[in-house]
């Protein structure tokens, strides 16, 4: 069974750019995050997908910050336009949805550097 | 402020011996815990969890504790080997009323030294 995935794992900008992430969940997986990493900081929550639908967005810093998820499957976080403080790890998480929705599985992040 | 912490940057430990990796919290609606493993450049992995109607779960070489009264759980790794120098996240959730999302400390840094 593959592994979630992401896309691309690497991404350097400037300031007022935009740029697009993706994210594959583990196939079948009814459940998606977006977490973020800040140099030095914890991991911390953005939003959550069921299928399509936005579960959860409390944790989306500004309305810079767009994430979709048409048809359940794959995700796109866009950030437009990039600020400084954008930078960081992005990682993306699937879950099952049902017993076993605690357990989140992670991408291996993309790596963004707003210059 | 932060709900899960950390408060070990990092530990070293000599290989075969034990090594205890510590987290508090502090919201007491959190009923679910988890410990992911990271490596460079990769994403957590998913180690162990535990969940709050049980003070311990065992896998193989790892081991949770939580003592919720406390709001405490720690990792317990024996015996350490040099293959797990990584870095150690605690994460908790409140499953009841919960979307779901996944509450990090900063996590422990740990080397294994043969």
């Known amino acids: 069974e593959a592994g979630v995935t992401q896309f691309p794992s690497h991404s350097v900008i400037e300031k007022g750019q935009t740029v697009t992430l993706r994210c594959d969940p583990i196939?079948?997986?009814?459940?998606l995050y977006w977490y973020r990493r800040v140099m030095g900081k914890e991991i911390k929550f953005l939003l959550h997908?069921?299928?399509?639908?936005?579960?959860?967005e409390s944790g989306m810093p500004n309305n810079r910050f767009l994430a979709e998820r048409t048809g359940g499957t794959y995700s796109t976080l866009k950030v437009q336009p990039a600020e400084l403080e954008d930078s960081g790890v992005y990682f993306c998480?699937?879950?099952?949805?049902?017993?076993?929705?605690?357990?989140?599985?992670f991408g291996p992040g993309t790596r963004l550097l707003v210059l | 402020d932060q709900q899960v912490k950390q408060n070990s940057p990092s530990l070293s430990v000599q290989e075969g011996r034990i090594s205890i990796l510590n987290c508090d919290y502090t919201?007491?609606?959190?009923?679910?815990f988890l410990w992911y493993k990271k490596y460079p450049a990769e994403g957590p992995t998913f180690l162990i969890s535990?969940?709050?109607?049980?003070d311990k779960n065992e896998d193989g070489r790892f081991t949770v504790f939580l003592n919720k009264s406390a709001k405490h759980l720690s990792l317990h790794i024996v015996p350490s080997q040099p293959g797990d120098s990584a870095v150690y996240f605690c994460?908790?959730?409140?499953?009841?009323?919960?979307?779901?999302?996944?509450?990090f400390g900063k996590g422990t840094k740990l080397s294994v030294k043969p």
């Open positions: 994460a908790a959730s409140a499953r009841r009323g919960s979307q779901g999302n996944l509450i």
């Open positions: 535990i969940s709050s109607i049980k």
């Open positions: 919201n007491s609606m959190f009923d679910y």
């Open positions: 997908f069921v299928k399509e639908s936005k579960q959860d």
């Open positions: 196939s079948g997986h009814d459940n």
């Open positions: 998480a699937s879950s099952r949805g049902d017993r076993s929705w605690e357990t989140q599985y």
